[in-house]
Nanobody
Framework: QMQLVESGGGLVQAGGSLRLSCAAS????????MGWFRQAPGKEREFVAA????????LSADSVKGRFSISRDNAKNTVYLQMNSLKPEDTAVYYC???????????????WGQGTQVTVSS
């Protein structure tokens, strides 16, 4: 099993920034692709970004390109999501997840954190 614990969420004004962190334990972190997903109230969970095991490749949703960036520190078993120019529509619970496949598909992710709330006020 892999345990994932997100942190860094909170309340921020539109145009502001937040950095989410996700600390992993229980498995060899550097073997896994890491992803971020989000679920807004009343909506289905959606893909945000993913990073391969070495950090050399990333994927991101069109809705966050140019504003969010994903990175990882394998020495610290941590993946990050830097969120800039936040908009009210970015309000959601943000989840990190782990998989062995470099993919944006939720069902391919094996391990999930419990999520952290991000609220962007207008």
């Amino acid at each position: 099993q892999m345990q994932l614990v997100e942190s860094g969420g909170g309340l921020v004004q539109a145009g502001g920034s937040l950095r989410l962190s996700c600390a992993a334990s229980g498995r060899t972190f550097s073997n896994y692709v890491m992803g971020w997903f989000r679920q807004a109230p009343g909506k289905e969970r959606e893909f945000v970004a993913a990073i391969d095991s070495s950090g050399g490749r990333t994927l991101s949703a069109d809705s966050v390109k140019g504003r969010f960036s994903i990175s990882r520190d394998n020495a610290k078993n941590t993946v990050y999501l830097q969120m800039n120019s936040l908009k009210p529509e970015d309000t959601a619970v943000y989840y990190c997840a782990a998989t062995l496949a470099f993919t944006a598909l939720q069902h391919r992710y094996d391990y999930w954190g419990q999520g952290t709330q991000v609220t962007v006020s207008s």
